[in-house]
């Protein structure tokens, strides 16, 4: 299994402003995921990020609101721009074993935007 | 394209009854199934995953699901339920067909409360 550590663990952020979010494996890993979970409810998937590569943004996900880095095999960051209140959630970021197929999960980042 | 159900929205159990949290799919090739759990303020945990092989799989905590190809459907149990147990649950499957690319469909999960 990973372990997986996100920081910060939760922000209050001012609309219009951004705000970075950090993920850290302890592990290479060849795939990131962030997903966007309201308390109680399903995940909904933003991005998959591959290191050395552009991520995949899912239908509804756009670049210029998620920008995702992946400078390497154990690190990423997920930014969330121009917030609005909308975009209060809760952000995880997975990796997924390629050879076990199941994925870890992080703490999560509390995120609420006044 | 792949879909996963949970068809309940909580599931009330008394201490020391079996449980079961139900699951259905749909997948245009084999599926990779799976379940994870989320206790109150924390992060998702990996229980369980049926990839092939025997259709009773183990897992963490005493859990165990039955997959079942003709209802397509992935249900988990446990024989005797702890207070400990009461968390939200999530099924969650992965086709084949897609490929290279490891897209995972999560169900809108399931409240599982046991009382004491």
């Known amino acids: 299994s990973a372990v997986i550590s996100q920081k910060p663990s939760r922000d209050i952020c001012q609309r219009g402003t951004s705000l970075t979010i950090q993920c850290q494996v302890d592990?290479?890993?060849?795939?990131m995921f962030w997903y966007r979970q309201q308390p109680g409810q399903s995940l909904t998937l933003i991005a998959t990020?591959?290191?050395?590569?552009?991520?995949?943004?899912e239908s509804g996900f756009v670049i210029d609101k998620f920008p995702i880095s992946r400078p390497n095999l154990t690190f990423s960051t997920l930014t969330v721009s121009n917030m609005s209140p909308e975009d209060s959630s809760i952000y995880l970021c997975s990796v997924s074993g390629s050879a076990t197929y199941e994925q870890y999960f992080g703490p999560g980042t509390r995120l609420t935007v006044t | 394209a792949q879909s996963v159900a949970q068809p309940e929205d909580q599931v009330n159990v008394a201490e020391g009854n079996p449980l079961t949290v139900k699951c259905t799919y749909s997948v245009s090739g084999n599926p990779y199934l799976f379940w994870y759990v989320q206790y109150p303020n924390r992060g998702l945990q990996f229980l369980l995953k049926y990839i092939t092989g025997d259709n009773l799989v183990k897992g963490s905590y005493g859990f165990e699901a039955e997959f079942n190809k003709s209802q397509t459907s992935f249900h988990l149990k446990k024989p005797s339920a702890l207070v400990s147990d009461s968390a939200l649950y999530f099924c969650a499957v992965r086709d084949t067909y897609s490929g290279g690319y490891q897209k995972v469909t999560f169900g809108t999960g399931t409240k599982l409360q046991v009382i004491p």
């Open positions: 592990s290479q890993v060849t795939m």
């Open positions: 990020a591959n290191q050395g590569s552009e991520a995949t943004y």
